[in-house]
């Protein structure tokens, strides 16, 4: 009989662990209620901030319009029409793609909680958090069509916003 290691060990795990979380409705990890389910207010009141008030939710997903926005600079101006992302550095075919390219391509929608990384720093900074539902095109096999190269270590994303930002002791704006 064969030796059990730690790995097929572990290996199991994430197989029992998948099944487990495949085999049940999804309102049983507290994922959309179900049509005789109701979702439970809280009690403790909320204070006034800038995201999402947990008083007024009324379901998992947050809805767009309650979602917080961090903006340190100022949103910038573009349109559908003129925006592009371009894509350098460590690829074999580095290039400027369209909104219009992006959406050409094949999408995934992702369920998944996303919370500021200053959220609650400070009294008047509460809420930013939220449960969304996105759909667009993964970057990985985006940058796989792009010939990413086995040097690259890390994705860096700069916004069309105004000010500077220091990485590593060198200024990009």
């Not at 379901?59 to 767009?64: A, G, H, L």
Request: charged share 25%.
């Amino acid at each position: 009989m064969k030796p059990l290691h730690r790995r097929d060990l572990l290996r199991g795990s994430v197989a029992l662990a998948a099944y487990g979380l495949a085999a049940r409705p999804l309102s049983v990890w507290g994922l959309d209620p179900g049509p005789a389910e109701e979702v439970v207010p809280f009690l403790d009141v909320q204070a006034a901030g800038r995201g999402i008030y947990w008083q007024k939710l009324t379901r998992w997903i947050t809805p767009n319009e309650q979602l917080y926005e961090v903006s340190h600079y100022g949103r910038p101006k573009t349109s559908a029409d003129d925006w592009a992302v371009t894509f350098s550095g460590e690829l074999g075919k580095p290039r400027r793609v369209s909104l219009a390219e992006l959406k050409r391509r094949k999408v995934r929608t992702v369920t998944a909680t996303l919370e500021c990384g200053g959220n609650g720093s400070g009294p008047g900074f509460v809420g930013a958090i939220g449960n969304i539902r996105w759909t667009g095109t993964p970057l990985g096999p985006l940058l796989r069509d792009l010939g990413l190269t086995r040097r690259s270590r890390e994705v860096v994303f700069y916004g069309a916003d105004e000010k500077v930002e220091k990485i590593r002791d060198k200024d990009y704006p």
